[in-house]
């Protein structure tokens, strides 16, 4: 039987069958001597140890689309980033760090702009105008208002879509629209495993529809990059890329170089201000991280 792990806690896994069951199962011993860790959206085999109790093993892991290390999951088609427009107030650098993860895996990402409701619609618009023009796809949102949910469902359909963002913008509000039996699954699991109450502490994974499905994030409030080189971190601006060839000198990382096409354009206003110095920022965290 085929299935998909929704989560992963204390060496258990929670799979996803196709006729909408959850059974509790455990790896093989086989994924360890193979040095392989079974992760929350891997399509896995498993067998059937007791029926009545929902519970089996997992006997083989399914070649993954891709996987991330924070948060630790697999097979994702896109990521929905979630920061609100107020109460918190958006950290820019850090949704630009986050937004250059998702590009180093080749993951595009949906910006959600959260409590559009409480914020001034030109303060909103301001914020989307600095995404669109890097060439995202962003939405101004409010869940309690009901603004632009049915825009995000469109998003989502057929997709694995991974929802992340910083604590306190409202993602588990969010999730709860969007998945209304995503707190009955979550308190069926915390039952089994005698959990308290839930609070996203592990990535777990909602069926959303018919080949939807929503992975919830732990909140993420800092993100260090380091596993790529400096000069890899420009093909991570998607607002780069229509300069490319341009520059005067080739392998121009825009920033100290004369001729550079890009700095020309942050000049003229086509480059956001803001964006492109959190890329000097990243830049210069990445040349000054020693390499071992």
Known sequence: MQG?????????????????????????????????????????EIEILDEENSTG???????????????????IDQALVVFAVKSPSPNLNLLDRFLVMMEAQGISSVIAFSKSDLAEKNDVRKLCDIYEKAGYCCLNISTLED??????????????????????????????????????ETGAISRKIQRGKHTTRHSEIFCAGENTYIFDTPGFSS???SNFEEDELKD???????????????????????????????????INQNRYDNYVLMYNELKNTKKY
């Open 4 to 44: 998909k792990i929704i989560k992963g806690i204390a060496g258990f896994y929670y799979v996803h069958t196709a006729h909408s069951k959850i059974y509790e199962c455990k790896a093989k011993g086989i994924f360890r001597y193979k040095n392989m860790k079974p992760l929350v959206g891997d399509n896995v």
């Open 57 to 75: 093993n997992i006997t083989k892991i399914l070649e993954r689309k891709n996987s991330l290390i924070r948060p630790e999951v697999a097979n």
């Open 147 to 184: 603004i632009n949910i049915d825009q995000v469902e469109e998003i989502l359909q057929n997709k694995t879509t991974a929802l992340a963002g910083p604590s306190g913008v409202g993602k588990s509000t969010l999730l709860n629209r969007l998945v209304p039996d995503a707190k009955m």
């Open 223 to 225: 993100m260090y990059l």
């Open 236 to 270: 991570y601006f998607p607002e780069f890329d229509s300069y490319l060839g341009q520059c005067k000198f080739h392998g121009c990382v825009h920033i100290h170089e004369p001729g550079c096409r890009v700095k020309q354009a942050l000049e003229q206003g086509e």
